[in-house]
């Protein structure tokens, strides 16, 4: 078998690197944007935290209002901590959609959110 020229681009001594065919690419990239539609883009999915680093969620008292305090801070006046284990950490998260229709009263006590509040 007749040996190629040598060329920058396919060298021909064995065990050497060899660019990647145009073709190679391109059924790489088609695979990539397969694996993306077939997954329903979930790997691209982005979750909004309720909060910024370095701050917790706090819920208006008597109503859905909410804010976000920094860590070591005290709720402010009309506010209040959400109860242990009922804290939203993401948008639309199991606990952010919650408390769009319940509360705390004064007492701390999980009531339904009046309404128009």
Known sequence: MPRRPS???APSRPGTARTVAPRTVGAV???AFAVVALTGCSLLEFEEGICSG???PVLTVNGTGSACVSNGEEPPQGYARYPEGKVPKHVDDEWDVYWRT???DEDGTVID?????
């Open 7 to 9: 060329s920058p681009t």
């Open 29 to 31: 990239l088609a695979g």
């Open 54 to 56: 370095g701050e917790y």
């Open 102 to 104: 319940h509360t705390v």
């Open 113 to 117: 959110a009046p309404d128009g509040t």
